[in-house]
Structure formats: structure tokens, C-alpha cells
């Protein structure tokens, strides 16, 4: 079995996961792809894809929606997992952040999905990310809620 964990992230969290993700993994060979170095990865050469993106206002990164638009009839045909990082508290809303950040058909497609968590690292965000943090999580000290249990029963779902 070949598997990519194929993300986009902007300030590493995602790309953290995708490794924790790969760790995990078991019976598999497998590749972490970033979408923002390598823009068209060949799907042919893998039997199962994972796809990671992190949620910023809500939203999906549009490298990783416009590789989903492109790729979803390739998508549709393999063993399928999708997760997401983001640091949102309210559990229902992380819930509706994961449907949206994928077509509603990849989502149906999964065989597992999950709300990884996500980190909030000062140090890299520009001004006005800092500004938006600082008033919406009240809050200007980096802190890191990367979510192990999720990460761990999504693995398994994948593994089985
Ligand atoms: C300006 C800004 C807006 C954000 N908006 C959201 C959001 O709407 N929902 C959410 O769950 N997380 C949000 N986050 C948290 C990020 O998703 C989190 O920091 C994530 O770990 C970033 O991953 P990355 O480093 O892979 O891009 C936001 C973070 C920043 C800096």
C-alpha cells in the first residue's frame, strides 16, 4: 500500500501533523507532499490519499480547493482520509469547518476525517494576524493544542 499525506500550511502546523500522521501509519509506504512545492503530484503512484489543510477565518487554504476541483474524479477513486488544523474551541463549529474545507463528495468519500488542532505560533504570524488573535483568543502568547487522540482514531480508521 503507498499512501500520500498531501497538505498546504502556512506557518508549519499542518506540515507537523502531516508527519505525526505519517508516524502513525502502519503497512504503508508513504510520501508527505507539500502542494506548495510540488503543485501536481502524480495520484497514479498511490493507493490511498490523505489530504490536510489548516482553517484560517473559516476557510480552507485555496491551494488545497482548487487541487481538490482539480483532482476530484482521481480523489473519488482512492482510499480517501481528510483532516484539518485549526484552533476553533466550539466543537460543532470545528465539526462544519471540516465539511467545508472539502467538496461535499470527498467528505462522503472518506473513510475517516479529523479536527487535528492546530497551534497558535506568535513568532511567525504578521501584524495583522497578530492583532486578530490577540482580540479574538485573547491571547498574544503562542500556545500548541495539536490534538493526539483525534490524530491517533483517525489514524486507526485509516489503518484498518
Ligand atoms: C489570522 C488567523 C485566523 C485563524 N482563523 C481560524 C479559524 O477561522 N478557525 C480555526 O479553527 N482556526 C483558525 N486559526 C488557527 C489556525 O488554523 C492554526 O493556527 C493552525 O494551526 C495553522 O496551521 P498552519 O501553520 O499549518 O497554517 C487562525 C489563525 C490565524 C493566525
Redo the contacts with the bound molecule.
Keep these: 500500500m503507498r499512501t500520500a499525506i498531501i497538505?498546504?500550511?502556512?506557518?508549519?502546523?499542518?506540515?507537523?501533523?502531516a508527519q505525526m500522521i505519517a508516524g502513525r501509519l502502519t503497512g504503508s509506504q508513504v510520501s508527505i507532499i507539500d502542494l506548495k512545492k510540488v503543485k501536481c503530484p502524480d495520484l497514479n503512484s498511490f493507493d490511498g490519499i490523505i489530504l490536510g489543510t489548516?482553517?484560517?477565518?473559516?476557510?480552507s487554504s485555496k491551494t488545497m480547493q482548487r487541487f481538490c476541483k482539480d483532482n476530484i474524479a482521481v480523489l473519488t477513486q482512492k482510499r480517501l482520509a481528510l483532516f484539518?488544523?485549526?484552533?476553533?474551541p466550539d466543537t460543532s463549529?470545528?465539526q462544519q469547518?471540516l465539511t467545508n474545507a472539502y467538496p461535499q463528495e470527498l467528505v462522503q468519500h472518506a473513510v475517516s476525517t479529523c479536527f487535528a488542532?492546530?497551534?497558535?505560533?506568535f513568532e511567525?504570524?504578521n501584524f495583522?494576524?497578530r492583532a486578530?488573535?490577540k482580540r479574538?483568543a485573547k491571547t498574544d502568547k503562542s500556545v500548541s493544542d495539536i490534538n493526539s487522540d483525534n490524530i491517533d482514531r483517525f489514524v486507526q480508521e485509516i489503518n484498518k
Design positions: 497538505y498546504t500550511s502556512k506557518h508549519g502546523t499542518t506540515a507537523k501533523v489548516s482553517i484560517y477565518a473559516g476557510t484539518i488544523c485549526g484552533m476553533e463549529k470545528r469547518e488542532g492546530g497551534e497558535f505560533q511567525k504570524m495583522f494576524e486578530i488573535i479574538i
